[in-house]
């Protein structure tokens, strides 16, 4: 397999990350989270543009509708839900992401590895420069634009 690197594939994507600052209220990452039909995730940032999170579609309906939570959920996380305010409170802790430096290689085993369809991209500063989500990826190879990298042509 060619050494393809991630920013190699990310002309491929047909969608701009959806992005709020930080002290975004809840509103306001549900009115950015709608705004695209395409992307089922918010990518949150500090003030320096630096990459702190992901808010998922699942992560802020729970939110927006915590009452209505299944009680299987742990009590911590339900109290993180009942008082998030921000974009940061509600950010996922350990959100998972690539590098425009890493291999497409890495890009899939991440994607399969976290059951993951979409994924922030961020530069070497830690900013986010774009996302990758796996219709884009197929829709390439459907275009023939990554038969190289795969083994049914």
């Not at 939110?63 to 339900?78: D, I």
């Not at 509600?90 to 590895?113: G, I, N, Q």
Request: glycine share 2%; hydrophobic share 40%; aromatic share 8%.
């Amino acid at each position: 397999m060619r050494n393809v690197k991630v920013k190699e594939i990310l002309p491929f994507s047909f969608t701009d990350p959806s992005i709020v600052y930080e002290n975004a209220d809840v509103k306001e990452v549900a009115r950015k989270m709608v705004e695209d039909h395409q992307t089922r995730e918010v990518y949150v940032k500090d003030i320096e543009d630096h990459f702190l999170g992901v808010i998922t579609l699942r992560r802020l309906a729970r939110c927006v509708f915590v009452s209505e939570t299944p009680v299987q959920k742990s009590a911590v996380s339900l109290l993180e839900l009942m008082s998030a305010k921000t974009a940061r409170d509600l950010a996922l802790r350990k959100p998972t992401y690539v590098y425009e430096d890493d291999s497409f290689e890495k890009l899939l085993k991440v994607m399969f590895r976290f059951d993951i369809n979409e994924i922030p991209v961020l530069d070497s500063q830690d900013r986010i420069i774009g996302n990758i989500n796996m219709l884009e990826i197929i829709s390439a190879w459907l275009q023939g634009q990554l038969d190289h990298l795969s083994h049914s042509g």
